[in-house]
């Protein structure tokens, strides 16, 4: 398969450093330094289904293909307010779809993953034209007297339109279960019949030092591992887009593949970590600047809950 297409939409409220100070004890000083991040898009009027449903039009345009070219629609989500149907259903109607739909939630990483499943239909022969749209609003997952998390996410959709091709070269994915490390906890409907001891919502709880870590040596991990079957060397790589979750995480994955800063894109200096959305959108964002040339080799690695990581390697 081949990325054809991409598009991205991000809601139109940006909050900065100094204006989560007015509420929270924190600071430009404390969260710049720590993170790259200055400013983030948070949903206010907005509906991630219609974030999500943008960055597919957009995609889809970008693409040249109609909606009704499509075969397969896969949504990467994390959270929404939609239990049921699927986000991707959600979205279908959106566009204007009536193409099989399938939701995931594989956290940070959903992008590759998503992209991985449809390796799989094209490799099957089910497929021709494939949609992949990430739709995340971390910043409905967070307590936001939280200042642990709260100033790290922003919200977002990305989304890219695939074709038959041989351009999506190879993917893995890794599982390290280990919920305890990022984990928030929702409440179903009360039962008459559930007898556990009453229990109550929980916002995301995160062990930030331990992700850091489990970040930076899985992605230089995964990278290593996709480059040496492949025969490559960091060098041959002409970009790396990895998810957007930490300035210093991005810095240290950087640095021990010594690689030149200008091969490592990033956005997460006014988007913040938007999960699974931030390497789509980080993707169009570069696609749309037109850094992208034909032959490019261009490596995705992204790291998150479960704990999950993925790696894949694509040539534009
Ligand atoms: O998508 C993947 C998901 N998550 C990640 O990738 C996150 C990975 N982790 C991180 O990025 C970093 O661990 C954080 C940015 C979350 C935290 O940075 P840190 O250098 O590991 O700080 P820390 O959690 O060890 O906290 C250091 C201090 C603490 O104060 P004390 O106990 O030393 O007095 C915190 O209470 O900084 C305090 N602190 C803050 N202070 C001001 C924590 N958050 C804030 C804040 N503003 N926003």
Redesign the pocket.
Same mark, same amino acid.
């Given at each position: 398969m081949k990325i054809i297409g991409t598009g991205s939409s991000i809601p139109h409220r940006v909050i900065d450093n100094n204006m989560l100070s007015t509420f929270?004890?924190?600071?430009e000083e404390? #969260?710049y330094p =720590?993170?790259g991040i200055r400013s983030r898009h948070v949903i206010s009027d907005e509906r991630l289904e219609d974030l999500g449903r943008d960055a597919c039009l957009k995609a889809l345009e970008n693409s040249g293909l109609k909606p009704g070219d499509l075969d397969l629609l896969i949504c990467s989500n994390v959270v929404n307010e939609y239990a049921t149907p699927s986000l991707s259903s959600v979205i279908a109607q959106g566009i204007g779809v009536t193409c099989p739909c399938i939701d995931i939630n594989c956290a940070?990483p959903g992008f590759i993953y998503a992209m991985d499943i449809a390796d799989s239909y094209y490799k099957a022969g089910k497929v021709k034209n494939v949609m992949i749209v990430c739709a995340e609003e971390p910043t409905r997952m967070v307590a936001w007297n939280d200042?642990?998390t709260c *100033?790290?996410f922003g919200d977002g959709a990305g989304a890219a339109v695939f074709t038959e091709g041989d351009n999506f070269k190879e993917s893995k994915l890794y599982s390290q279960p280990d919920v305890e490390k #990022?984990w928030e906890y929702r409440l179903l409907e009360p039962s008459p019949f559930v007898t556990r001891k009453k229990e109550v919502n929980v916002p995301m709880q995160?062990k930030?030092?331990e *992700?850091?870590k489990f !970040?930076v040596t899985t992605s230089v991990r995964d990278i290593n591992d996709i480059l040496s079957r492949r025969g490559l060397k960091p060098e041959d790589i002409d970009y790396f887009l990895i998810?957007q !979750?930490?300035m =210093?995480?991005i810095e240290g994955i950087r640095q021990s593949l010594g690689v030149p800063i200008e091969k490592f894109p990033t956005n997460i200096e006014d988007h913040g970590?938007s999960?699974s959305a931030s390497c789509p959108i980080l993707l169009d964002e570069c696609n749309r600047k037109g850094m992208f040339k034909k032959g490019d080799k261009i490596v995705f690695s992204a790291?998150? !809950?479960g704990l999950m990581s993925a790696v894949a390697l694509i040539e534009w």
């Open positions: 929270l004890d924190t600071s404390w #969260i =720590r993170t940070c200042r642990s *100033v790290l #990022i995160m930030g030092r *992700v850091f !970040a998810h !979750a930490n =210093r995480i970590n999960s790291f998150g !809950a």
